[in-house]
């Protein structure tokens, strides 16, 4: 099903409001009543909604009226400014009957292209002019014809221009025919073009008449042989939208020509004004080309370096609005949030509580928070660094920096086992310097948290570790300031941080070390601090790939780091369909393992447990109950057991490489040589050189670079990918640069203008919102 648009929204919703002020305002023409329709289609219309609120109490003049407005605001917009046209830039076409100008979001039904045509574009998606517009070709193709067939190399696509000097048939076999015919281009050089089995090319070959046929050549000798896959006649100065040029090639379906696709473009092309949603002084800025001329030579280019630029300011634009989208997201991108006086004198003296000095990377981002929390605004930052970065330690210092000011501190945790570690670390830091810290989760009996909640209500506690229940129990703060989110993504915290009551600061901590660009687009709603370094004097976790026929020597070795008292964790492959498949793999590895390791006791843990017995697992093991926990992927969250030494991934052909490092982040919790053995099955070279980047580096960061180069981010597990599929041009692992730079400009742009209400913004604000409506729409169902 092709997800509407939004004006076909605005269309479903404006019919029944015109048939309702037909019937005289009665309230009868929405079965169930007015306010039901509103229920269910005008979620991204809330002007709407409002106008129409208490329609059913109205009386019929009100009701008059407000119907009036509604349809006002439903009537499509025609925001396209107008500018000059840049003729000059067009490159020469077959002639396009010209009549009015129309607006990007003129529907397609509107305008004949032809019989079934509407069909065709439901089938690709396309709705508005705009749509094909930015409907951008898969690939392109070199057709223009070339000068000279001396350098054609054997298996190059090439396209030659010439005049048809014989043809031939041949029938080498019953049911085979080979058609031939030879061109001689401008040069006087000559080809022979073959078809074969196209029966129907047969009568448009003449002796006389002018071809512009593209292929695959072949070379024998001197001679060139092109295998036609293309070909058209070219009349009397005409010109091709498929031949002789650079063309761009869509995306198929059955039964759409490109042909079609290629007329709707060039009709969009011409027919709709050259405005343009980025002004002229931000295109100077950024050194973009204009909308009209990226639009034709993104579609239509003259050359490659039309191409070229048509492309860098496309791209541009896709960062631009998945940038402002998440800049808007919850429209609460600019919150007052609370103003704290963060003093370096304060941070010095958190300092030289620790039995440490921080990292460079520690301070310079312990200077990105302190700013943060002097401003004005709610801080929303995300916090990135590798497991043991030193990340804690800095949220201590913020929770120290908000105590400072009298205010109370949250950590939350995603587990209870985390929150209690937390809690254990915090008390390190925090109690020396005077800060009370306390403990709220569900385990604890409901006595001891009402107490806790009482004390936390009467400000007698200063900093609370927790798990959600943080939230969702609604604890009653005394004066909440900071938050600080551990693993975020488990969270889904910043649409709950409205539910922090008190508007508190929020820091996001992430021990998933992913790309900036991949950050800035999937987080965008975050400003990120990264640590980018590891406290000194660790000895780095030595990681070893081996083949599964090596299993038996990899577990004489896990044996002996058991027999010196180490422990050791299992990893089992990563089904991603199943967890009942998982399971058994699970439950099948820990039994090889009874007999593998006849000495060792073997402990297991798996998704299908709930988080009270994961919690009571790794609490065991971290007692030392046994010494092996077979695991599937659960334990990637960041618990510590600093005794295990080492770590067995079987299959780890199945794992992503950020994966494998974050589960490789399990061991060298403490201050003893760790190991971790990857074990593969079948693989092939490709995933053999992705494991070998695991085993030759511990950067988070270097192996995440990796990852999103190898993968695409499409697979990349562990973020949000909300915009992300619809980046058509981008590509993450290239365009950090561009990404930084557009999205300078769109919080210059929300700065100045946080609703974009203003005239000269209303055509970035209706492209904003074409390209936002599938997910508008996707929030009405
Ligand atoms: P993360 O939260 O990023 O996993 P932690 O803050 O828990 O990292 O730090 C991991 C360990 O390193 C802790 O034992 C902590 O005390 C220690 N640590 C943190 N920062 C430093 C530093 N600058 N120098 C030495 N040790 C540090
Ligand atoms: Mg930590």
């Known amino acids: 099903m092709p997800v509407p648009t939004l004006s076909e929204i605005q269309d479903k919703l404006r019919r029944p ?174 080809v022979k073009c073959t078809w074969f089995n196209q029966a129907w090319i047969e009568k448009g070959l003449r002796e006389g008449l ?60 011409t027919r709709v004004p050259p405005g343009d949603y980025i002004t002229a002084r931000w295109r100077t800025q950024y050194g973009l080309t204009d909308l009209s001329d990226a639009l034709w030579g993104m579609h239509f280019p003259h050359d490659e370096a039309h191409l ?115 809690y254990a670390s915090l008390q390190t830091y925090l109690t020396p310097l005077g800060v009370r810290v306390g403990l709220l989760i569900g385990a604890m009996t409901p006595k001891l948290k009402a107490e806790v909640q009482a004390r936390i209500a009467a400000g007698e506690v200063d900093v609370v570790v927790g798990t959600q229940a943080l939230i969702q129990e609604a604890v009653q703060w005394h004066n909440l300031g900071l938050a600080v989110v551990d693993e975020e993504h488990r969270f889904g915290v910043m649409q709950r941080r409205k539910l922090l009551t008190g508007r508190p600061d929020v820091l996001v901590m992430s021990a998933t070390p992913i790309p900036r660009s991949l950050a800035l687009t999937s987080y965008g709603d975050l400003e990120l601090s990264i640590i980018d370094e590891l406290p000194p004097g660790r000895t780095p976790i030595e990681t070893k790939l081996i083949q599964d026929t090596a299993r038996r020597q990899a577990y004489g070795f896990v044996m002996k780091q058991i027999r010196e008292g180490r422990q050791a964790y299992v990893v089992t492959a990563l089904i991603e369909e199943s967890d009942t498949l998982e399971l058994l793999a699970a439950t099948q590895l820990a039994d090889d393992l009874k007999v593998l390791l006849p000495e060792a006791r073997v402990g297991l843990l798996h998704g299908r447990m709930s988080a009270v017995e994961k919690d009571a697992v790794m609490e065991q093991f971290r007692e030392r109950a046994f010494d092996v926990l077979v695991s599937t992927t659960v334990i990637e969250v960041g618990v510590d057991v600093p005794n295990a030494t080492v770590m067995v991934i079987e299959n780890a052909e199945r794992f992503g490489l950020s994966q494998l490092h974050q589960l490789r982040g399990r061991v060298g919790r403490g201050s003893a040589q760790s190991y971790c053995v990857l074990v593969a099955g079948e693989h092939s070279q490709k995933t053999r050189k992705r494991l070998k980047i695991i085993e030759s580096s511990t950067d988070g960061f270097v192996i995440a670079e990796a990852d999103l180069k190898l993968r695409g981010h499409g697979e990349l597990r562990g973020t949000r990918q909300s915009g992300l599929d619809e980046l058509k041009l981008g590509d993450l692992s290239n365009d950090l640069e561009i990404i930084e730079r557009a999205r300078e400009l769109a919080k210059y742009i929300l700065r100045h203008d946080p609703a974009l209400s203003h005239p000269g913004l209303a055509y970035l604000r209706a492209e904003l919102q074409a390209r936002s409506s599938q997910v508008a729409y996707r929030e009405v169902i």
């Open 17 to 190: 409001l015109e048939l309702e002020r037909a019937q005289g305002c009665q309230n009868r023409a929405v079965a169930g009543g007015m306010e039901k329709l509103l229920d269910n289609f005008a979620r991204p219309f809330p002007k709407v909604r409002e106008a129409l609120r208490g329609y059913g109490e109205m009386s019929s003049e009100e009701r008059g009226a407000a119907l009036e407005t509604a349809l006002t605001l439903l009537t499509p917009a025609q925001t396209a400014p107008r500018a000059p046209t840049r003729v000059e830039n067009r490159p020469k076409l077959p002639a396009e009957e010209s009549a009015g100008p129309l607006p990007p979001g003129t529907e397609l039904s509107k305008l004949n292209f032809g019989p079934g045509a509407g069909k065709k574009f439901t089938a690709l998606g396309l709705y508005t002019l705009r749509d094909v517009l930015h409907n951008y070709p898969r690939r392109h193709e070199d057709r223009r014809a070339l000068p000279s067939l001396a350098q054609v190399e054997d298996g190059q696509k090439v396209t030659v221009e010439g005049v048809i000097v014989s043809k031939h048939r041949r029938t080498p076999r019953p049911g085979m025919l080979i058609l031939e015919a030879t061109l001689e281009n401008a040069w006087g050089e000559r």
């Open 210 to 269: 002018k071809l512009i046929v593209s292929g695959r050549a072949k070379r024998f000798g001197k001679s060139v042989q092109v295998a036609v896959e293309h070909m058209e006649s070219v009349g009397e100065g005409g010109h091709s939208l498929s031949s002789g040029r650079i063309i761009g090639i869509y995306d198929a379906r059955d039964g759409i020509s490109q042909e079609f696709v290629r007329k709707a473009v060039q009709t969009a092309l």
């Open 308 to 422: 070229e630029r048509a492309t860098a300011r496309l791209r541009f634009d896709e960062y631009l609005f998945l940038e402002l989208r998440v800049l808007l997201q919850g429209d609460d991108a600019i919150l007052m949030g609370k103003r704290f006086s963060a003093t370096d004198d304060d941070m010095q003296q958190f300092e030289a509580s620790l039995p440490f000095t921080f990292t460079n990377a520690q301070r310079r981002v312990l200077y990105e928070i302190a700013d943060d929390m002097r401003g004005e605004q709610q801080m929303a930052r995300l916090l990135q660094g590798d497991v043991g970065s030193g990340k804690t330690a800095v949220a201590a210092c913020a929770l120290y920096l908000a105590w400072r000011d009298h205010y109370q501190g949250a950590l939350m945790a995603p587990t209870e086992i985390l929150a209690r570690q937390h």
